[in-house]
């Protein structure tokens, strides 16, 4: 999806810059050189309360998303490409479903890539033994996206890698998950890595997304780019972009090129180690409306010094104006915002926040310790680590696949998709199943309680994670 100009060039040798995270809030401030149009405190909407949540925490316009709620339990119980009990058998499968997965490793597509068409499912990688589930492809004429959502709708995944490692035929089809013309989808908790063209990519007629929680890093030169929110889309837009960690993309940290009449928000974020150009804001389909706010953006030993910008305005093939509202953005050595960004500064959001931001600082912390699937894989430990201490840089091709343990998957006698022991501990009946049910009364369902216990586990490296999250919203909306 290259529609965009060819970036400035780039120098991989800057000094790296050594001041700590909390100077570099106090040194940098929160407002744009001398521009003023940050005065004003986020207005924050969350959507209607009538509308039933992906998962409880789930945030932003695709926090509605139905996923399998009340459909079938789908056990992935092999690694193989296809054929029964593949995760490709639970994409292909109708009608509303859960993939629970029995078994943890590496699924490698070697035919045609899978593509989520049908609509109501969950990829529920927090279910899967040992060190998770990673996605990648073979290479070659079956190089493809190795996951895409298209011409659907409600589509939850959590807690999947997605990491090709292998040269495809076409560029444009290398991206780690594409979105296209889909709504209703959120991302949540998922890592990518060394895509030929964006991490992740929104493409045509795509509403209501979220991608939160999730860690896109190490783009393969020279499309090394993070990810692009939109790209030809011939309608108004809402998608939120949420305690993500962008690390060493050349550029692309997000795109952000909407119509108007689009509610796009760019909220709580490390962007690190772009070369010259961080968030870049296009006027192509008549300028977009966006709110940049509490991000932390960090120069990394890829960043061009003097040269690169946190906030960079394109007017390439401007067809009208883009209204930027920006505020709590911290720009940690490098230069807030290239000329034209003052021009596009509103006082306030073009569309109410779907949530509270947090200061940048605290953000930091936050992303660091809890973006990306989890239990997490020697690749993100070490893009965490390089945030932390500044260094890494930009890659000039694929990594090695990190080895990915199996392990014993928990008891479920009634294929309901539950642990026995959880069931047992919290009253729900092992021997039946109640995967719909509501036990404790609380507005989500059985499997809602347990699938949110096990990501609280996960995240918070609780062994065990067989308890509720405490202070976890109740569901009013059923």
Known sequence: MMRHAIKAGRNAHCKTIRHPVLAALAATGLAIGSMAATAAPPSVRPPAPDATDAFPGAQGYGRTARGGRGGRIIPVTTLADSGPGSLRACIDAVGPRVCIFRVGGVIRYTTKRPMITNPYITIAGQTAPGGGILLTHNGGPDGFTPLVIKNTHDVIIRFVRVRPDKRGEQREANSAITIENSKRVILDHVSTSWSLDENIGGYAGNDQITISNSIMAEGIPRHDKCTLMASDPPRPQHVSYIRNLCAHNGDRNPDINFPPGSCVEVINNILYDGVVEFAEIWESYGGTPV?????????????????????????????????????????????????????????????????????????????LAQSGAFPRDAVDRRIVNEVRSRTGHIVSDFGTLPPIANGTPYP????????????????????????????DGDGWSNLDDFLDALAIGLVSAVPTPFAKGAGRPTNTAR
């Open 291 to 367: 709110s940049i706010v509490g991000n932390y953006f960090r120069a990394g030993p890829s960043t061009k010094r003097g040269f690169a910008h946190g906030l960079v305005y394109q007017s390439v093939g401007s067809t009208g104006h883009a209204r930027l509202y920006q505020t709590g953005n911290v720009f940690d050595g490098l230069l807030p915002a290239n000329a034209g960004v003052a021009a596009i500064l509103v006082p306030k959001p073009p569309c109410p926040l779907t949530i509270k931001p947090t200061s940048a600082a605290k953000a930091y912390g936050q992303v």
């Open 412 to 439: 479920d006698r009634d294929g309901d998709g539950m642990s026995d022991a959880w069931e047992a501990a919290h009253g729900t009946d092992p021997d039946r199943f109640d995967a719909w049910d509501d036990k």
